[in-house]
Each structure stands twice: as structure tokens, then as C-alpha cells.
């Protein structure tokens, strides 16, 4: 799966929270400032042919949906988070955040009752 630059994940953030969306209502979720319409179709089709996004036609307009799940997206590029920055070592990562984010006690215990409910 490849990465998003910035405002191509800035469009799927959009389609994925409005599930089916036409250009301007895709360009309506969009933060300020918000690009052109001709920019934001462009860069739909490319989702389009990367994979990511299908559509609708309904008459001379199309109904964008995605094709790739938030959830699937977010773990291929947490996958490559942890692989290029934590030399594949969850617990690397997991050492850095509770260092970096100064997570206290309460936070670090929170974290491994959710890693233990999960193993269950």
C-alpha cells in the first residue's frame, strides 16, 4: 500500500468520515485554505487510480466512497512508522512515546491493560 502525501490523506480523511461524497462536499471538509475544486478532482482521480478511492456516476457527476478502510490504512503506515523509526522494535517505540509524551504511572499501567485485554 503506498503512503499519502498530506492532502491526499487530507481527502481520504474526508471521505472516509463522510463514507460517499461528491467533490464539494469532499472540498467542504477540507482545511483552511481550502484548494480549488479543479485541484481537489485531480487529486481524487490519482486516489482513484492508486487504489483508494471508487465511485458513482449519477448522470455527469461522480460519487466518490472509499475503496480502502481507515483502519487498514492506518495500520500499513503505523506498520512503517515502527519499521523506519523504531527499527521494527515496538518496544522501542512504545519507550520513546512514554520518554518523549512524559506519560505518567496512571498512563503507562492504562497502556498495559489495554495491550493484556487485547491478548485475551
Not at 464539494?24 to 481550502?34: G, T
Amino acid at each position: 500500500m503506498m503512503k499519502l502525501a498530506k492532502r491526499e490523506e487530507q481527502i481520504m480523511q474526508a471521505c472516509w468520515h463522510l463514507g460517499k461524497a461528491f467533490i464539494k462536499e469532499i472540498i467542504a471538509e477540507l482545511p483552511d485554505p481550502r484548494p480549488h475544486y479543479n485541484s481537489v478532482a485531480t487529486m481524487v482521480r490519482i486516489l482513484e487510480e492508486k487504489g483508494f478511492l471508487g465511485h458513482e456516476t449519477f448522470g455527469n457527476t461522480f460519487q466518490y466512497y472509499p475503496v480502502v478502510s481507515k483502519e487498514d490504512y492506518q495500520k500499513h503506515a503505523f506498520e512503517d512508522i515502527v519499521k523506519s523509526y523504531f527499527n521494527n522494535s515496538y518496544p522501542r517505540m512504545l519507550a520513546y512515546f512514554a520518554k518523549e509524551q512524559q506519560l505518567s504511572q496512571e498512563e503507562l499501567n492504562e497502556i498495559l491493560e489495554i495491550i493484556k485485554s487485547q491478548k485475551k
